[in-house]
């Protein structure tokens, strides 16, 4: 079956660094998302994606975050400079249609 | 400062017993739900979805009911078994709202054998 790919699987970085989080999504899908989740919160989104632009981000999408489809595989999420508050699980999701959401395995991202 | 995480509302059933979670969404322009599974240290994993025009909808051992009057969902699992134990979200989406979703608290579900 068809997966959404996440690399890496667990991130460190000192806060203030800028951290950049890999997904590569189902090929054939259009739309694509990050998603975080703060430990034992609800998950939160952050940005969808379609036809090389954004096409959505919600207020957690300042002007740290920013995202990339630098090629026709990989859909990345840069996160300029990270602070504690970034500490989460940042998932990637892609879809054909607004049904049939995949999301990847995320990242844990710890800002120490 | 430190986070403090939310309580997360829980479900102990035995195996054998069906279990219902609940869920109460936010908006009246939701048309469409999706609810979704998501083990530790996993990504949510589907489960099955419906539509706004539809109130119930049937998969394999899981239903979905659809209470638009009072803006509520639930899941139904069949003869639950120890691997459906797990975090269980609802998600809506926002007609014309571009495809993202909004999410519930999540229920977490334990499975006694």
């Known amino acids: 079956e068809p997966e959404v790919t996440q690399t890496p699987s667990h991130q460190v970085t000192q806060m203030g660094q800028e951290v950049i989080l890999r997904c590569v999504p189902i090929?054939?899908?259009?739309?694509f998302y990050w998603y975080r989740q703060i430990l034992g919160q609800k998950v939160e989104f952050l940005v969808s994606?379609?036809?090389?632009?954004?096409?959505?981000k919600s207020e957690i999408f300042d002007d740290q975050f920013s995202v990339e489809r630098p090629d026709g595989s990989n859909f990345t999420l840069k996160i300029r400079s990270t602070k504690l508050e970034d500490s989460a699980m940042y998932f990637c999701a892609s879809s054909p249609s607004l049904r049939g959401y995949t999301f990847g395995s995320g990242t844990r991202l710890t800002v120490v | 400062g430190e986070s403090v995480g939310l309580h997360l509302p829980t479900l102990s059933v035995q195996e054998g017993d069906n279990s219902i979670i609940n869920c109460a969404y936010s908006?009246?322009?939701?048309?469409?739900f999706i609810w979704y599974k998501q083990e530790s240290g996993k990504g949510p994993q589907f489960i099955i979805d419906?539509?706004?025009n539809m109130d119930k909808r049937q998969g394999q051992r899981v239903t979905v009911l659809l209470n638009k009057t009072v803006k509520h969902l639930s899941l139904q699992i069949a003869a639950t078994q120890p691997g459906d134990s797990a975090v269980y979200f609802c998600?809506?989406?926002?007609?014309?709202?571009?495809?993202?979703?909004?999410w519930g608290l999540g229920t977490s579900l334990a499975v006694n054998p």
């Open positions: 090929s054939n899908h259009l739309y």
């Open positions: 998600a809506e989406n926002i007609a014309g709202n571009n495809r993202k979703l909004i």
């Open positions: 908006n009246s322009a939701s048309d469409y």
């Open positions: 419906i539509r706004s």
């Open positions: 994606f379609y036809n090389n632009e954004i096409s959505e």
